[in-house]
Structure formats: C-alpha cells, structure tokens
C-alpha cells in the first residue's frame, strides 16, 4: 500500500513538474514576444514617416540679419540652436556680398562652401534657396523672361551643389489672368528643363498677383506638366489684389480663401511654409487655423518638411520663430 502510495504520488509529482516547467515556458515566451512587440512600437514611432519634420525659412530672421548686423552665415548655428532639421535659405540676405563681384562664379561658389561647411558643422540638411530679384519669371517680353530664366541658372547650380532638392521662385510680371498663365507656363518650362539635368526641383509660392490665386497656379502646373515643377503653398500668401496694385506691400483688398488654397496646391506640394503672424494666450496662432492647416497638408499624404517663416511684429523673431515651432510640434 505504501509503495502504491508513493509510486502513485511520485507518477504526480513528475506531472506536475512537467506541467510547471511547460506554464514558464510559455511565460517567458509571452515576455519575449511583448518585449519584442514593444521594441517593434517603439522602432515604428522613432521611424514614422508621418510625422512631418520642421524646417526653418531665413526669412524670418531677415530683421536680425539685415537691422542687426547678423551674419547670415550664423544660419545653420542658430536653427540648431532652436530644434530645426532643415535649412530654407533666401538669396536676398547674401546680395550685399554677392553684388559687389556681381554674382560672379567665385562669389557664388565661396557662398556654397561656406554655407555647406556650416550645415554640416551642426548636422543639418539643406532643402531650399528661396529666390528673389533675379527678373521676372512671368514677363510680358520674350528676350526679359529669358534673361530672368538664365538669372536662376546659377542658383540651380548652387541648390545643387549644397545638396538641396529646390530652388523656390516668384512668377512675378504680367497681371492680367490669361497673359500671366502662358508667360509662367514657358518661364517655367525653360527654368525646369535646365534644372532637370541638375536634378533640382522648380517649386513656386503663392507669393503675391496671380501666383496667389490657387486655381491659376494648378492651371500652370497642370499645363508644364514637368516632375520636377511643383509648388510651395504658404499657409498666408493669398492676397490676389492690393490696393496700389503691387505684390506685397499695400493693404489687401481681395483673399483667395487660404484653406481652399493650400488644399489644391497640395497636390503639387514639394514643400509647404507654415506662414506666421501673432499669437493668443494659448499659443495659437491668430489668423490661421494651424490645426486645419496641418490637417490638410498630412490628408495629401505629405510626409516632407514644413519650413517655419515668421512675419510677425508683436513678437521678436526669435520668440516668434519658437512659438511657431511650439505649435507645429504639438500638432505634427
């Protein structure tokens, strides 16, 4: 009876101890794949490709450069010193350097080096130059557009150079609405034929005139019909008539209603300016729904930079700069 007894409860305990060893088997393994399951979300949040990266446009800070004496080769130094990834250059805050040797290929090429060395130095990427004053993209006269088209040339070359994907451009001239659109169509057109071969992007702002009115810019981009010709909707340029009949200066008096906008330049989109103005308590921004603006631009599928530009007069640039970038950080 006792041998019965313990063999009977020794056949258990084997059981049982095999049982146990099985239940911590699948327990480690349970462990190892929510270890692994954890590892695998966090990959995919560092990696997500919707989250949109946030640029800086020098633009807003041409009050510093240009009323303070900064330096804009400090560019790259002060948009890391902000959180920025990218780099959105404007060529007008170099031409007081640049003019004086008359754009010359020297002048040029002293500019790409040294704003090249200063991205690298704080690891940063560069995108765009932003182009101003170089002629008229959209002139009524032939030989003055082609002039203007040749006058881009050598900032293609240096886009390319500093390893950038666009240089952005104004179609400035002609206003009435048909003359604009055939103009811009073959400006564009000779522009994006040099620079397809230098593998740059031309991309156009709603930047005043003509340019602001959405429908017409898709009209022209339909018609170029190009890869490397795209856009760049500006969450605030688009004002379509002004009072002194000028691009940007005098008070506004029609707007292409700016949500509308950006939603039909957005398919177009190689880049997008998260225009600024002043903010509320709350840090949003007053005259634009950024929520709405961010909504737009992600249901378009862009995954690319949104460039920060900064036009305000409440706040100082810095402060402006950062409170645009607070609030594209709370919502991207």
Same mark, same amino acid.
């Given at each position: 009876?006792?041998?019965? /007894?313990?063999?009977?409860?020794?056949?258990?305990?084997?059981? #049982?101890?095999?049982?146990?060893?099985?239940?911590?088997?699948?327990?480690?393994?349970?462990?190892?794949?929510?270890?692994? *399951?954890?590892?695998?979300?966090?990959?995919? $949040?560092?990696?997500?490709?919707?989250?949109? @990266?946030?640029?800086?446009? *020098?633009?807003?800070?041409?009050?510093?450069?240009?009323?303070?004496?900064?330096?804009?080769?400090?560019?790259?130094?002060?948009?890391?010193?902000?959180? /920025?990834?990218?780099?959105?250059?404007?060529?007008?805050?170099?031409?007081?350097?640049?003019?004086?040797?008359?754009?010359?290929?020297?002048?040029?090429?002293?500019?790409?080096? @040294?704003?090249?060395?200063?991205?690298? !130095?704080?690891?940063?990427?560069?995108?765009?130059? #932003?182009?101003?004053?170089?002629?008229?993209?959209? $002139?009524?006269?032939?030989?003055?557009?082609?002039?203007?088209?040749?006058?881009?040339?050598?900032?293609?070359? $240096?886009?390319? $150079?500093?390893?950038?994907?666009?240089?952005?451009?104004?179609?400035?001239?002609?206003?009435?609405?048909?003359?604009?659109?055939?103009?811009?169509?073959?400006?564009?057109?000779?522009?994006?034929?040099?620079?397809?071969?230098?593998?740059?992007?031309?991309?156009?702002?709603?930047?005043?005139?003509?340019?602001?009115?959405?429908?017409?810019?898709?009209?022209?981009?339909? *018609?170029?019909?190009?890869?490397?010709?795209?856009?760049?909707?500006?969450?605030?340029? /688009?004002?379509? !008539?002004?009072?002194?009949?000028?691009?940007?200066?005098?008070?506004?008096?029609?707007?292409?209603?700016?949500? *509308?906008?950006?939603?039909?330049?957005?398919?177009?989109?190689?880049?997008?300016?998260?225009?600024?103005?002043?903010?509320?308590?709350?840090?949003?921004?007053?005259?634009?729904?950024?929520?709405? #603006?961010?909504?737009?631009? !992600?249901?378009?599928?862009?995954?690319g930079y949104v460039g920060v530009e900064y036009e305000g007069n409440e706040l100082s640039e810095e402060a402006g700069i950062l409170a645009t970038?607070?609030?594209?950080?709370?919502?991207?």
């Open positions: 009876m006792k041998r019965h /007894f313990f063999a009977k409860n020794g056949t258990l305990a084997v059981v #049982m101890l095999v049982m146990l060893g099985m239940f911590s088997c699948k327990q480690n393994q349970k462990k190892e794949e929510t270890d692994s *399951q954890d590892v695998a979300e966090e990959v995919t $949040a560092t990696t997500d490709e919707s989250v949109l @990266k946030i640029s800086l446009a *020098q633009w807003s800070m041409h009050k510093m450069i240009r009323e303070e004496g900064m330096d804009p080769y400090r560019f790259a130094e002060k948009a890391k010193e902000w959180g /920025f990834e990218g780099l959105e250059y404007v060529s007008g805050l170099y031409y007081p350097e640049l003019e004086k040797d008359n754009f010359s290929e020297e002048a040029m090429k002293k500019f790409v080096e @040294k704003s090249k060395a200063e991205s690298e !130095k704080y690891g940063l990427e560069n995108l765009i130059i #932003m182009i101003d004053g170089q002629g008229d993209l959209a $002139a009524a006269d032939e030989k003055e557009r082609k002039e203007a088209v040749e006058n881009h040339y050598k900032w293609v070359d $240096a886009a390319a $150079a500093l390893g950038c994907h666009s240089i952005r451009v104004n179609l400035n001239g002609l206003m009435e609405p048909e003359a604009w659109t055939e103009a811009s169509v073959d400006g564009l057109t000779q522009l994006s034929t040099y620079a397809k071969g230098k593998n740059i992007n031309i991309i156009v702002e709603n930047h005043g005139g003509p340019s602001s009115n959405a429908a017409m810019l898709v009209d022209v981009m339909k *018609q170029v019909n190009m890869d490397n010709c795209g856009t760049l909707p500006d969450f605030g340029n /688009f004002c379509i !008539k002004r009072e002194a009949g000028d691009y940007y200066e005098s008070k506004c008096l029609e707007e292409y209603d700016k949500y *509308q906008g950006v939603r039909e330049l957005m398919p177009y989109a190689k880049a997008v300016s998260a225009k600024s103005y002043n903010f509320d308590e709350e840090g949003n921004e007053t005259a634009i729904d950024y929520a709405e #603006m961010i909504k737009i631009v !992600k249901e378009a599928g862009y995954s970038k607070e609030l594209l950080d709370k919502l991207r």
